[in-house]
């Protein structure tokens, strides 16, 4: 059974940073192509950072440059580094297998709330 542990959210002002983990245990996590997903009230789940199991990674326009996913094998955790916060970066951020489609039934945590607020 797939177990995935969010944490790192909070509460920051605009142009500030945070660091999300995700800690999975998950079998074989290093053979998963990987992902940070968010969704912001009444706005669908979106994935916006995949790694892939060699560590090639993607990123949404709306966060290139500012959001960094990376992962830690040996640890099965998963990071994303967001710098330079925008308001419009609130949501419930999520980790999961990527892309969406691949993502097993009632897999998802439940999430850290990120809130960009002066």
């Known amino acids: 059974q797939v177990q995935l542990v969010e944490s790192g959210g909070g509460l920051v002002q605009p142009g500030g940073s945070l660091r999300l983990s995700c800690a999975a245990s998950?079998?074989?996590?290093?053979?998963?192509?990987m992902g940070w997903y968010r969704q912001a009230p009444g706005k669908q789940r979106e994935l916006i950072a995949a790694i892939t199991s060699g560590g090639t990674t993607s990123h949404v326009d709306s966060v290139k440059g500012r959001f960094t996913i990376s992962r830690d094998n040996a640890k099965s955790t998963l990071y994303l580094q967001m710098n330079s916060l925008k308001p419009e970066d609130t949501a419930v951020y999520y980790c999961n297998r990527a892309p969406l489609a691949a993502v097993p039934s009632r897999s998802w945590g439940q999430g850290t709330q990120v809130t960009v607020s002066s």
């Open positions: 998950l079998s074989n996590f290093g053979i998963y192509a």
